[in-house]
């Protein structure tokens, strides 16, 4: 089976940084991706590892751990508008992309 | 360029009720993956579609079914509906080659079963 852990929640100021940690589980790994959701709107893509490291997208980087089975995403500079669902979504030699339960993100002023 | 759209927007149906909603995925892609989402969740994939057929299925009982048209354009049915069907159902599509990477989502279908 496939079974994926991230915090359920997490609370920053605007300004900081924060990091998003997600540990996963399952046969046939392929990738990493990372979604962002606003309430009432649909996911969005973020940023997607395969290999090992960090990839940064503007304020945005994830990094993968194939060996640990972990990866993060992180956020600089947080905005208000960063206020949002963030997911994890382990990516199978398939081609099924199976999300994480979310961390919802609070970014305070 | 069109992204993912999805038809309707919201839906009331009551138990025991048939439902089929619509998608059509972003220009280029030729996959369409389903997913639902209960409030405060993740969501859970159903199913996928390539080539007109279901390539792929999560944990879902039979009363979930699909179709994708020639146009790659696609359906969801859910027969004999449960108040546990209660959810918001995305469709997300992608190019085959992507292999899940990278999905386009559309802004779903609210659900409610009463």
């Known amino acids: 089976g496939q079974s994926l852990e991230q915090p359920s929640e997490v609370t920053a100021v605007e300004g900081a940084i924060v990091q998003i940690n997600c540990t996963y589980q399952?046969?046939?790994?392929?990738?990493l991706s990372w979604y962002q959701q606003h309430d009432g709107g649909a996911p969005t893509f973020l940023s997607y590892?395969?290999?090992?490291g960090l990839e940064e997208t503007g304020r945005f980087s994830s990094f993968l751990s194939r060996s640990d089975s972990y990866g993060y995403l992180l956020l600089q500079e947080l905005q208000m508008k960063d206020s949002a669902s963030y997911f994890c979504?382990?990516?199978?030699?398939?081609?099924?992309?199976?999300f994480g339960q979310g961390t919802t993100l609070q970014v305070k002023p | 360029d069109a992204g993912v759209t999805q038809s309707p927007t919201h839906l009331i149906k009551t138990r025991g009720q048939q439902v089929t909603l619509r998608c059509s995925p972003k220009?280029?892609?030729?996959?369409v993956s389903w997913y639902q989402q209960a409030l405060g969740q993740g969501p859970q994939f159903i199913f996928q579609?390539?080539?007109?057929?279901?390539?792929q299925r999560g944990n879902f009982p039979d009363r979930f079914s699909g179709h994708q048209f020639p146009n790659y354009s696609s359906e969801l049915n859910v027969n004999a509906l449960l108040l546990g069907d209660s959810a918001l159902y995305l469709c997300?599509?992608?190019?085959?080659?992507?292999?899940?990477?990278?999905?386009?989502f559309g802004s779903g279908t609210q659900l409610s079963v009463l």
């Open positions: 997300a599509s992608s190019y085959r080659t992507d292999w899940g990477e990278k999905l386009f």
């Open positions: 399952t046969s046939g790994f392929y990738g």
């Open positions: 590892n395969a290999l090992d």
């Open positions: 979504a382990v990516c199978s030699n398939t081609g099924k992309l199976i």
């Open positions: 220009s280029g892609h030729d996959t």
């Open positions: 579609y390539y080539e007109e057929e279901e390539r």
